[in-house]
C-alpha cells in the first residue's frame, strides 16, 4: 500500500492518464490499474500481437468494461513535514531561523524555506523567496493572515550557495544574506507560532502544501532567540559543517542523511521529519571542493555531501486509486500486454496503453530461451508521464525531450531532461505513467518507422513465435529483484536499447556466463549507464554528471548531466554514471563497448558488411552464402529499417585505435582474447548529428564510418557471447531474410531449436 502524504496542492491533469500496479506480473495472480480520466472510456486488457507496427493482430484477454470519468490529482513537490512544530500557544521569547540555500530559480512562485504557516487562518512564522527573488520573513501570531507582518529584505542569487538568516529580538527583526543585513525593521507585536506543522521547502495554503521550494537547503536551524551580528558571521563562515552548540535552539536538521525519507532533528526536541516526494540527497554541499579526491568514498572528506534537494515538480509515485483489476488466467501466455483505453478525443477515437508484461506461473519449467525487456532503460526514457493525449502515433523527440506536456505545471523530467526550474534529474517512479512505454510509441527520426521501447522490443518476440521458439519473457526489473533467476538459464537474450543495468543483473549476467551459458545481444549502448531501486522498487536512480573541469563548449553532445561531484547514488552510496566506472565494463563482460550514436535523419542508419564469411554462424546448420563485404541487416533492396543507427557498439581493440590519447591516471586495457568480429556495422555517409567515441567516452573521428561490429566471443572466464552491436539490430528482425538466417545459426549454436 503506498503511504498517503500531508494534505497538499492538487494539481488536474486534463486527459486519460494510468499505470500499472506492478511492470510485470506471474500469470495467475491479480494486477490493478489507475486510471485518471475526465471523459469516459471503455477499457480491455490485450496481449499484443504479431505485427509491432498496428493493434489489429493484438489478442483481447478481458473486457472490463464502460467507465464513465473519474479525475485523480497529483500532488507534485518535494518538502519536508515536520508533525511537532514550536508550541502553538506559548509565545517566543526570540527567534532566529537560519540555513544555508542554493535556489534553483529566484522567479515564478513564491517560496518556502522555513515555516511554520497554514495561510490563511494559522500563520506563525516563515522565511521565504518572494517572487521578484527578495528574502522575506513572516511573524505572525498564529492566527489570520495579515500582509502588515511580512517584510523583504535583498534579493538571493539563484544557483549559488548563500547562508540565510532571519531574526528577532523582541523589538527589531532583520534579514541576513551571507552575514550582511539586508533589512531591518521594528517588530514589537508578540509571535506565537500557531498549530501548523513544521515545514522545510513549503509553507501551508487552503489545500496543505504549497509555495514548494525549487531549491538546496543545507543546515536549517531554528533558535528561540536572535543571533547577533557576529555570531551570524561565525555560522557563514563554519559553511555548514558544524552543528550550532546553542541551548537556544529549537530544531536543526543537518541534512546528513544521504538516503531514505527521514530528516533527524539535532536539537534535542524530536522534532524529525519526513520527505514529501522523495527529494535528492548526496548533492553538492556549501562545503563542497571540486579539487578533493573522494577515492571512491563519498563521505572521504566531511562536508562535500551535504544537503537535499527540493523541486517543485517532484513526482515518483501518484497515489491514485486502483480503477480496474484483472486476475490472469494461470495458463495466460507470457508476453506483453497492455490495458487498453478507447475513448473520444477531438472527435476521433484515441487509444491509451498501458503496458505491463505477464510471466511464467513462479513454479512453472523454464523454457529453453530466456529474453530479457530492458525495463530500466524504458523507465530512463520515460518524459512527460503526462503527455497530452493524441490520435496518431507519437514520435518521441531525440534524447526523449518529451511530447507536449497535458499541463504545464505537470512533471516532465527523465534521466534525459530537467526538472521545471533545472534541476537534474536523477530518479524516475515507477508507480507513474509512461506513455513511451506504449506499443504505437515512434522515436525520431520522424518518418523512420524507429522505434524503441516496447515497439522495438516486440519485433524479436514476434519472430521466435512465428519461428515456433518456446522462450521466457522476464523484465531487467524482475532480475534486480532476484539475481538468482537467471540461473535457470542457459541462453539468455538482450534486446534493443538496453543502455540501463544495476550491478545485481550485470553480476548475475555475467555469473550465467562464467557457468558456461550463451548471451544473444541484439542491443546497442548495451550495459553502459548503472541504475539501482530502492527497497520497495518504487523508484529508480540513475547520474549523469559532468566532469572535472568539463568544456562547456561540448554540453551539447552530452546528455543533461547534473554538476560534478553528485556521482554518487543515494540508495546505496556507490559511484553512479558509467557501468565500466564501477569495474564493470561491458567489453569485459560481452565484448563490446558503447562508441556513439547518430539520430538525425533516417538515412543515417546504416548496414553490416561481412568480414567473415567462412564463420560457422554465417554456415551451421543454414548456409547463407555471403561473401566477403555483402551487406545484411537492412530491408530488401537496401530500404529501411537498418540495423546501425542511433547507438552502436564496437570491440576494445577498435576503440584504442580511436583513442590518441588518455586523460592523466587513466589505464587502456588490453583487448580479450578469443573474440572474432564477423561483420562490420558501416555508415559511408556521415550524418548532421553524428557522435563517435573512444575508450574514454570523449569526442573522437571515426573510422571511415565504422560504427558497429558484429562478434563471436568465446569468453577465456566462460560463456558465448553473440553481439550484434547496434540499437537497430532488433529493428531488422522479420524485415531481412539474412539476418533473420543468422539468427537462427546462432540460437541452434546455443542449443535452441524451434518446436
Not at 506471474?26 to 472510456?41: E, K, L, M, T
Not at 529453453?368 to 532503460?377: G, K, Q, T
Not at 565484448?591 to 533516417?602: M, P
Amino acid at each position: 500500500m503506498t503511504r498517503p502524504i500531508p494534505p497538499h496542492r492538487p494539481l488536474v491533469v486534463p486527459g486519460v492518464h494510468g499505470y500499472a500496479s506492478a511492470k510485470s506480473v506471474h500469470a495467475g495472480q491479480r494486477i490493478d490499474f489507475h486510471v485518471s480520466s475526465d471523459r469516459p472510456y471503455d477499457i480491455s486488457v490485450c496481449r499484443l500481437g504479431q505485427d509491432a507496427d498496428s493493434r489489429r493482430d493484438d489478442v483481447e484477454i478481458s473486457d472490463l468494461g464502460a467507465s464513465a470519468a473519474c479525475v485523480q490529482p497529483i500532488h507534485p513537490g518535494s518538502y519536508v513535514h515536520v508533525e511537532r512544530g514550536l508550541p502553538a500557544t506559548l509565545p517566543l521569547s526570540g527567534l532566529t531561523l537560519e540555513c544555508w540555500v542554493m535556489p534553483w530559480r529566484c522567479t515564478g512562485e513564491r517560496q518556502a524555506l522555513i515555516t511554520q504557516y497554514d495561510a490563511p487562518a494559522q500563520c506563525g512564522f516563515g522565511l521565504f523567496i518572494e517572487v521578484d527573488g527578495a528574502l522575506a520573513l513572516y511573524l505572525g501570531d498564529g492566527g489570520t493572515q495579515r500582509s502588515a507582518c511580512l517584510h523583504t529584505g535583498g534579493p538571493l542569487t539563484a544557483r549559488r550557495w548563500q547562508h540565510v538568516a532571519a531574526t528577532w529580538d523582541g523589538q527589531w527583526a532583520a534579514l541576513w544574506i551571507d552575514g550582511i543585513c539586508t533589512g531591518r525593521w521594528p517588530s514589537t507585536g508578540l509571535v506565537f507560532p500557531g498549530p501548523a506543522p513544521l515545514r522545510l521547502g513549503a509553507a501551508g495554503e487552503r489545500h496543505g502544501a504549497d509555495a514548494l521550494a525549487d531549491v538546496d537547503l543545507a543546515m536549517p536551524a531554528i533558535y528561540e532567540r536572535a543571533l547577533p551580528a557576529d555570531e551570524i558571521a561565525a555560522r557563514v563562515a563554519l559553511r555548514a559543517q558544524q552543528l550550532p552548540f546553542d541551548p537556544a535552539v529549537r530544531a536543526c536538521w543537518p541534512l546528513r542523511e544521504g538516503r531514505g525519507d527521514g530528516v533527524a532533528d539535532a536539537s534535542g526536541h524530536q522534532r524529525h521529519g519526513r520527505i514529501v516526494n522523495h527529494g535528492a540527497w548526496m548533492i553538492r554541499g556549501p562545503a563542497f571542493d571540486e579539487e578533493t579526491e573522494d577515492g571512491g568514498d563519498p563521505f572521504a572528506a566531511p562536508g562535500q555531501r551535504q544537503g537535499l534537494r527540493l523541486a517543485s515538480d517532484d513526482l515518483y509515485d501518484c497515489r491514485w486509486d486502483s480503477n480496474h483489476s484483472i486476475t490472469l488466467p494461470a495458463d495466460a501466455r507470457p508476453g506483453l500486454h497492455v490495458a487498453r483505453l478507447r475513448f473520444d478525443w477531438e472527435g476521433r477515437e484515441a487509444i491509451y496503453d498501458i503496458t505491463f508484461l505477464v510471466k511464467r506461473p513462479a513454479d512453472a519449467k523454464p523454457a529453453p530461451l530466456l529474453v530479457l525487456c530492458a525495463m530500466s532503460s524504458w523507465l530512463a526514457y520515460a518524459a512527460t508521464p503526462f503527455a497530452r493525449n493524441q490520435v496518431e502515433d507519437p514520435v518521441w523527440p531525440r534524447r526523449s525531450t518529451g511530447l507536449p506536456n497535458s499541463h504545464p505545471q505537470a512533471p516532465a523530467f527523465c534521466s534525459y531532461t530537467y526538472h521545471h526550474a533545472g534541476q537534474p534529474s536523477y530518479f524516475t517512479g515507477l508507480r507513474m505513467p509512461w506513455p513511451n512505454a506504449s506499443p504505437a510509441a515512434l522515436y525520431d527520426p520522424a518518418g523512420s518507422g524507429f522505434s524503441q521501447w516496447t515497439r522495438l522490443e516486440r519485433r524479436l518476440h514476434a519472430w521466435l513465435e512465428r519461428e515456433g521458439y518456446e522462450f521466457d519473457l522476464l523484465a531487467d526489473l524482475d532480475v534486480h529483484a532476484n539475481p538468482e533467476l537467471l540461473a535457470r538459464y542457459r541462453t539468455v537474450v538482450v534486446n534493443g536499447h538496453s543502455e540501463y543495468w544495476s550491478t545485481p543483473v550485470v553480476d548475475a549476467f555475467d555469473a550465467m556466463l562464467k557457468r558456461g551459458g550463451n548471451a544473444v545481444v541484439l542491443s546497442g549502448n548495451t550495459m553502459y549507464l548503472r541504475v539501482s531501486f530502492d527497497e520497495a522498487m518504487g523508484v529508480m536512480e540513475q547520474r549523469k554528471n559532468e566532469d572535472r573541469g568539463a568544456d562547456p563548449a561540448n554540453a551539447e553532445l552530452r546528455p543533461p548531466a547534473g554538476p560534478f561531484g553528485e556521482a554518487f547514488h543515494s540508495q546505496d552510496w556507490a559511484r553512479g554514471g558509467q557501468l565500466r566506472a564501477v569495474g564493470r565494463s561491458a567489453a569485459s563482460i560481452i565484448g563490446l563497448e558503447t562508441a556513439g550514436w547518430g539520430f538525425a535523419d533516417a538515412e543515417d542508419f546504416g548496414v553490416y558488411h561481412v568480414a567473415e564469411p567462412g564463420h560457422a554462424l554465417f554456415n551451421e546448420p543454414h548456409r547463407l552464402g555471403l561473401e566477403r563485404g555483402r551487406t545484411f541487416g537492412h530491408a530488401p533492396g537496401g530500404g529501411l529499417p537498418r540495423a546501425i543507427g542511433h547507438e552502436w557498439d564496437l570491440s576494445t581493440a577498435t576503440l584504442l585505435r580511436m583513442t590518441h590519447d588518455s586523460p592523466p591516471g587513466a589505464a587502456l586495457p588490453e583487448p580479450p582474447a578469443g573474440l572474432t568480429v564477423i561483420a562490420q556495422g558501416i555508415r559511408r555517409v556521415p550524418g548532421a548529428m553524428d557522435t563517435y567515441l573512444d575508450w574514454h567516452s570523449r569526442v573522437t573521428d571515426s573510422l571511415d564510418g565504422l560504427s558497429a561490429e558484429m562478434i563471436y566471443w568465446e569468453r577465456p572466464q566462460g560463456g558465448h557471447v553473440f553481439h550484434a552491436g547496434a540499437v537497430g539490430a532488433a529493428w531488422v528482425v522479420g524485415s531481412d531474410p539474412v539476418f533473420d538466417g543468422l539468427l537462427r545459426n546462432v540460437l541452434h549454436r546455443f542449443g535452441c531449436e524451434p518446436l
